[in-house]
């Protein structure tokens, strides 16, 4: 059976709930909770994304675009139509999955990579769909005036506020997605991944199996959109770019695309490359970042993950 | 056009044509399979009987011709549809879930008899759990029957051949099939693997399923087969009993070969 251990849950859970308190109280990392928020917000969509490439192994090349849906819908209707953001939530998700239906359904129907051809096409197209359509997206010039977010008279006003209710939407998502591992549908998708020949021989339907998993993954990174909208109160295009879509097959590449662990190892090792670490490169980082795939691509196929397994297994020999 | 179904006859296949580009690797196919019975596909390679189970199972559609099961008509229909109606396969190179266990690759041949809905298994809904115990504990009723209840929990891919075949079988049970298509069950065997699978598939048809069989082995073929069909060249060139085949000099000319003899 697939068991998945619990004490990383736990250690990970404490390591979350602690963190912004022991942050507090170190000047050198005061600014941590900040760079975590956006940690947490990757996570999301990687969560998603490892479903979909792990699992169902298909690649999306412009999860950006379903990121960008999420952060325009909730930033349209809440600054334009005034609607309750939570609200705007739930149609940010709902218009990202018709888009993942409508793109996904024709090139998952295919074997091959198309989804990764299509998905890299259609992520350039929403692109400039924000950077054209000015008088809803405020062009390249972004949308600023968005609203925080609050439930019931409580605020989400502080970074640390913030972090919180971005890590407990985390957990869900990631609780939801092991047990859906574990459950027969991650048993088909993982049958799927192994061979199509038989899943399919099995009466499992392999075209909705993925296209099921692609819209799952296209709400969560809508989600994500929404929350970064709120957390920055202003967005523009540039966030929501075909190298943004690169980066997060990076962070899954980075942590480990087999596991939903790797995921968020990804996500939160990726935030911390691209704010602390790495800009210092300046117009050289997205040559880091290369460099950093193929290193990880070669040298640990399994990612981060798959380390502390593999340096075991040198110490057996 | 079409002759009334009969009634016992499970599988029914009229005037099946299948073209790839100019090359015909079957021509005119008519074949009738009876309910509960062994029948064989036999032929030299490249005769077209993985072709005849591509067409059979739905991976690829018909140029010309029908195929009915059970009073459908299956023909160009999805894979996944045609085993909901009640047909099940292995193949010639076993296609194993190699990334689960033994167990797990037979459940996942419960896939149609269970609820996968995305957002019930997402909530872990206890429904979904109590459902996972009832589909082991089936999974591992199979696995006793095929004879492999004891590496339930060893990966796939740790097996040996023999025991990967017979595997591939248990899973093909666990959709419940009305008739299953062994494509090769003992190529690569020994002598006594053999044995076990023919005892395997003989089992099958004493719990009422029919069987499709492709097979190479013609000591297997002359012992469990109720009727056999020889396909030359992509087409049925005979059709009858063992013992029919058995003297049926065109097959041993087209099949056997001048100089061997027939078991």
């Known amino acids: 059976m697939l068991r998945i251990r619990k004490a990383p849950m736990g250690v990970g859970a404490i390591f979350i709930l602690l963190f912004p308190w022991v942050a507090e109280r170190l000047p050198a990392i005061e600014h941590y909770p900040d760079l975590m928020v956006f940690a947490g917000i990757y996570c999301l969509m990687t969560i998603g994304m490892s479903l979909l490439m792990g699992y169902a192994g298909q690649i999306s090349l412009g999860h950006a675009a379903f990121y960008g849906i999420g952060a325009y819908a909730s930033g349209i209707l809440t600054t334009q139509y005034n609607l309750n953001p939570w609200l705007c939530i739930l149609i940010g998700s709902a218009a990202a999955t018709a888009v993942a239906v409508v793109v996904g359904a024709p090139s998952l129907r295919l074997r091959g990579h198309y989804l990764a051809m299509a998905t890299l096409a259609f992520g350039i197209i929403i692109n400039i769909v924000f950077r054209e359509e000015a008088e809803w997206t405020g062009g390249p010039d972004g949308m600023g005036g968005i609203p925080g977010l609050d439930i019931f008279g409580y605020s989400f006003d502080s970074i640390h506020k913030y972090y919180y209710l971005v890590w407990i939407v985390v957990a869900i998502a990631f609780f939801f997605t092991i047990r859906l591992i574990q459950s027969p549908t991650g048993r088909a998708l993982r049958a799927i991944h192994a061979s199509e020949a038989a899943a399919s021989a099995m009466g499992i339907d392999i075209s909705r199996s993925k296209i099921v998993v692609f819209a799952f993954s296209a709400i969560l990174a809508s989600v994500a959109g929404s929350l970064y909208a709120h957390y920055m109160n202003f967005i523009n295009p540039s966030t929501f770019d075909t190298l943004f879509s690169i980066k997060l097959v990076i962070m899954i590449a980075l942590g480990g695309m087999h596991t939903i662990w790797g995921a968020v190892v990804g996500s939160v090792l990726f935030a911390f490359l691209s704010f602390e670490w790495l800009h210092q490169f300046g117009e050289y980082e997205i040559v880091v970042y290369g460099l950093v795939l193929m290193m990880v691509t070669i040298y640990l196929p399994e990612g981060l993950v798959g380390l502390p397994g593999r340096i075991a297994q040198r110490v057996r020999r | ?263």
């Open chain 2, 1 to 263: 056009m079409a002759s009334e179904p009969h009634r016992s006859h499970l599988l029914e296949i009229e005037d099946l044509v299948m073209a790839f580009g100019g090359l015909t690797a079957l021509m005119n196919i008519q074949l009738r399979v009876a309910k509960g019975t062994i029948r064989a596909i036999i032929g030299p390679n490249g005769a077209g009987k993985t072709t005849l189970f591509n067409l059979i199972t739905g991976v690829l559609s018909p140029t010309e011709g029908t195929i009915r099961f059970n009073g459908h008509v299956i023909s160009g229909q999805k894979p996944h549809k045609i085993a909901a109606l009640g047909i099940s396969r292995t193949f010639q190179t076993v296609e194993l879930f190699d990334n689960m266990t033994v167990i797990e690759n037979v459940m996942v041949g419960r896939h149609l008899h269970i609820s996968t809905s995305f957002f019930k298994c997402g909530l872990g809904l206890p429904a979904i759990r109590s459902q996972e115990t009832a589909i082991e504990a089936h999974a591992m009723a199979l696995l006793d029957f095929v004879g492999l209840a004891d590496k339930a929990n060893s990966m796939a891919d740790s097996l040996p051949l023999g025991e990967r075949k017979i595997l591939e079988i248990g899973r093909a049970l666990a959709t419940d099939p009305l008739l299953v298509c062994l494509d090769e069950p003992a190529a690569g065997l020994n002598e006594t693997e053999t044995e076990t699978a023919a005892r395997l598939i003989k089992a099958i048809k004493d719990k009422g399923i029919t069987v499709l069989l492709v097979e190479h082995d013609m000591k297997v073929i002359m012992n469990i087969s109720d009727q056999i069909t020889v396909l030359n060249y992509g087409e049925k060139i005979a059709e009858g009993t063992p013992e029919e085949i058995r003297g049926n000099p065109k097959v041993i000319q087209a099949y056997l070969g001048d100089s061997i003899a027939v078991v």
